[in-house]
Antibody, heavy 119, light 105 residues
Framework: EVQLVESGGGLVQPGGSLRLSCAAS????????MDWVRQAPGKGLEWVGR??????????DYAASVKGRFTISRDDSENSLYLQMNSLKTEDTAVYYC??????????WGQGTLVTVSS | ETVLTQSPGALSLSPGERATLSCRAS???????LAWYQQKPGQAPRLLIY???SRASGIPDRFSGSGSETEFTLTISRLEPEDFAVYYC??????FGGGTKVEIK
């Protein structure tokens, strides 16, 4: 059974940093690109970024709103995906989801982890 | 960046009725690069349609997707009680539409 489990969310002050993790199981992580998507309270989905697999050199793409502040990485040997978030702003407050990317569509999602940026 | 605009923002319908949701792209999308998701309160989104018209595994055939270039449609032929939710379109480059809430009339 494919499972994605996010962790690492919490309360952080503006300007602070946080690292989210996504533990993958039930499939071969290296076969897939992986995405991060977020959802601010009461709002819609916002794509955060993507990391491609080894065959594509682990290339990354980011939304303009997070580029230069967020970094996506992965450790296929540990079946894990990461989102390093720096210089956090109040508008980064959201539930963060990791998603398995299969030929572009996100066919499996984690349950999400809440990040609250507030003083 | 391709912007996706969904309409209407909300749709009030009764069980058994047909729902037609629209997603318009600001520039032409290769139609294999468009997906639809369903999200219920407190849950993660669920993939319904990929490649504009292919149903994901386990998705009932009352859900169908169509369209090309800049105009895409998700149709629910006969609404079941469990279909009342928010629906999002997504283009594979990253962006999501703003969502359409299908609510019980």
């Amino acid at each position: 059974e494919v499972q994605l489990v996010e962790s690492g969310g919490g309360l952080v002050q503006p300007g602070g940093s946080l690292r989210l993790s996504c533990a993958a199981s039930g499939f071969t992580l290296n076969d897939h690109f992986m995405d991060w998507v977020r959802q601010a309270p009461g709002k819609g989905l916002e794509w955060v970024g993507r990391i491609k697999n080894k065959a594509f050199g682990y290339a990354t793409d980011y939304a303009a709103s997070v580029k230069g502040r967020f970094t996506i990485s992965r450790d296929d040997s540990e079946n894990s995906l990461y989102l390093q978030m720096n210089s956090l702003k109040t508008e980064d407050t959201a539930v963060y989801y990791c998603g398995r990317n299969t030929r572009g569509a996100l066919d499996y999602w984690g349950q999400g982890t809440l990040v609250t940026v507030s003083s | 960046e391709t912007v996706l605009t969904q309409s209407p923002g909300a749709l009030s319908l009764s069980p058994g009725e047909r729902a037609t949701l629209s997603c318009r792209a600001s520039q032409s999308i290769n139609n294999i690069h468009l997906a639809w998701y369903q999200q219920k309160p407190g849950q993660a989104p669920r993939l319904l349609i990929y490649g504009a018209s292919s149903r994901a595994s386990g998705i009932p055939d009352r859900f169908s997707g169509s369209g090309s270039e800049t105009e895409f449609t998700l149709t629910i032929s006969r609404l079941e009680p469990e279909d009342f939710a928010v629906y999002y379109c997504h283009q594979y480059g990253g962006s999501f539409g703003g969502g359409t809430k299908v609510e019980i009339k």
